[in-house]
Nanobody, 114 residues
């Protein structure tokens, strides 16, 4: 299984980014998927998740700013991030929910800075 996250970068506060996660080696369409992040000096946390049928949940800190979505045919997971804040700076990862240790990839770095 490979979960390849991409789309991170440097963005100013208030800006937007769209993260993508390409999945291979698993039956993507039946799995609940999620985005996680780890900020410097902090533990990894759940940001948003989406079930196989498209139901979504968000951490309070990103609610109304981030949108998780998926394309089962393309085996892709997305995270649209709007109104970014300094505290959104982190490495973002995609994984299943619940997570599988062997599925963690390199993640993609999001830096919110002026």
């Amino acid at each position: 299984v490979q979960l390849q996250a991409s789309g991170g970068g440097l963005v100013q506060p208030g800006g937007s980014l769209r993260l993508s996660c390409a999945a291979s080696g698993l039956i993507f369409s039946i799995r609940s998927m999620a985005w996680y992040r780890q900020a410097p000096g902090k533990e990894r946390e759940l940001v948003a998740d989406i079930t196989s049928s498209g139901s979504t949940n968000y951490a309070d800190s990103v609610k109304d700013r981030f949108t998780i979505s998926r394309d089962n045919a393309a085996k892709m997971l997305y995270l649209q991030m709007n109104s970014l804040k300094f505290e959104d700076t982190a490495v973002y990862y995609c994984n299943t929910k619940p997570t599988r240790a062997q599925y963690w990839g390199q993640g993609t770095l999001v830096t919110v800075s002026s």
